[in-house]
């Protein structure tokens, strides 16, 4: 049986003292993982910055955005796959799990064909609504047309990855991201650097991760299956499986099989979407400021990913230890989990933040050697370095409520926020330039923190977490 993260102490003492612990096992891997997982959007935009032409900088500014938010629009995949797994380990349901996991695969490989099929209507649409310069616009597509080829491996590792999360086994997710980086990054430098290849170069080499990355995670999943039942084979649904009845085996066409799995990534692609177009807001209006404003913005926008994916690691701990409490039945657990998280992506963010100030002279001028885009970076610099304090109590929310299976209330939470608070801050500060677009983004994070919060405080008076 898979190790728990939380043991009954043999003198009877109640689990809980182990919070503290328990959160940081799981967030240190996390953590490492998401900062290597930075390399990619990083290390394109450092190598292109110091080109002769800023064309190449925001091409892949555009095109590295529709990918990254089309792949972050499908991270519900994760999400719900982490929730699932984390459940099931608390219910000491092998069997479940490993059907959890084969619906998620079947359900990622089905949406990266799908993003395959319309990767250019997608583009289109992208550089209608930009109104990029023609040159800008060419490259862009390009690049994103070379990346969206490697969605299907994409989709399947976020779904392995956030397995492995919910089962309290981040170390398997870091060994995954950290190989299909390091993949990235040698071949950014020699596509890039060594060969010349500029914009399809970065593609190239994200590509070949990607797969790469899924030849990893296929083999860390077989590793998994004999760590946990040595030489037998795979067996789901309690009988041997065969390879030519799998689909009656795993269930993978009953429908009915589906109805949780499909509930929870429904609220959560809704929700996701809806972060989405605030960000898409965001580039659209950057792309109308002019090339150097749309190239500093995708410098500042690829910190705040950075800082996106810190404040991920402990909410990723959140969402395996909230699962495994309401799998397990431990209400005593899960309070005591959720206040502990809570102060803990506090610090992370508090730390982060005096970080950015911190590096506020050098980071400008690794990205780019551009003097107009170095400028523009510094000006609105002080936008980035204090959103992790405002944002922190948006990210260890969301992950308690994807652990609790909240995901409706989350869904309702981000639909309001986008259309009370955000669309109107975005539509009435656009007179004020881009500082206006970086203010609308502020008043998003609080107005939705501060109502993820007040329900979070309402589920606990009334005893509904489970």
């Keep these: 049986m898979v190790r728990m993260s939380v043991r009954q102490h043999p003198d009877g003492a109640h689990p809980s003292v182990r919070v503290a612990p328990d959160i940081w096992r799981l967030t240190w891997p996390m953590l490492l993982a998401n900062l290597s997982a930075v390399a990619m959007g990083l290390v394109d935009t450092a190598l292109l910055g110091h080109l002769e032409s800023a064309y190449y900088m925001a091409a892949v500014a555009i095109g590295s955005t529709v990918v990254d938010l089309l792949l972050w629009g499908f991270g519900f995949l994760r999400m719900s796959t982490t929730a699932l797994a984390a459940r099931t380990l608390g219910a000491q349901d092998e069997g479940g799990a490993w059907r959890a996991l084969a619906r998620s695969v079947a359900l990622a490989g089905l949406l990266g064909a799908l993003l395959i099929v319309l990767r250019a209507p997608l583009m289109a649409a992208v550089n209608a ?10 490259l862009a597509a390009l690049y994103a047309g070379i990346r969206i080829t490697g969605s299907p491996a994409s989709l ?7 397995w492995f999360v919910g089962r309290q086994r981040p170390s398997v997710t870091l060994v995954l991201v950290v190989v299909a980086n390091l993949v990235n990054l040698v071949l950014d430098v020699v596509f890039i650097v060594g060969f010349g290849m500029r914009v399809e170069g970065a593609a190239l080499a994200a590509l070949i991760a990607d797969y790469t990355a899924l030849a990893v995670a296929v083999l860390l999943l077989w590793r998994e299956w004999r760590r946990i039942h040595g030489g037998r084979r795979l067996v789901l649904g309690g009988s041997w499986h065969q390879w030519g009845n799998t689909w009656r085996r795993v269930g993978l066409g009953d429908l009915s099989a589906y109805r949780e799995l499909l509930r929870i990534n ?10 989405q177009i605030c960000f898409v807001l965001f580039l659209v209006a950057s792309a109308g400021q002019g090339t150097a404003i749309l190239a500093a913005n995708n410098v500042l926008l690829q910190l705040l990913v950075v800082t996106s994916l810190v404040l991920d690691s402990p909410a990723h701990a959140l969402e395996a230890l909230v699962g495994w409490s309401v799998g397990a039945g431990d209400r005593a657990y899960l309070h005591r989990v959720v206040r502990s998280g809570l102060w803990w992506c506090a610090g992370f963010a508090l730390l982060f933040s005096l970080s950015l100030q911190l590096l506020a002279d050098p980071l400008p001028r690794l990205f780019s050697n551009l003097p107009e885009v170095v400028e523009a970076t510094r000006l609105y610099y002080q936008w980035l370095v204090w959103i992790p304090l405002v944002a922190c109590w948006c990210f260890a929310l969301d992950g308690v409520f994807i652990g609790a299976g909240q995901t409706r209330a989350m869904r309702n939470i981000m639909v309001l926020t986008l259309l009370l608070a955000y669309l109107p801050a975005y539509i009435w500060l656009r007179d004020l330039g881009n500082a206006g677009l970086w203010l609308a983004l502020y008043v998003m994070y609080v107005v939705r923190g501060v109502a993820m919060l007040w329900h979070a405080r309402r589920l606990g008076r009334e005893e509904r977490w489970f």
């Design 129 to 138: 609504a930009l109104a990029a310069e023609p040159a800008v616009e060419q």
């Design 156 to 162: 399947f590792c976020i779904v392995v990855a956030g």
């Design 266 to 275: 429904g609220d959560l692609f809704l929700r996701t979407l809806c972060l």
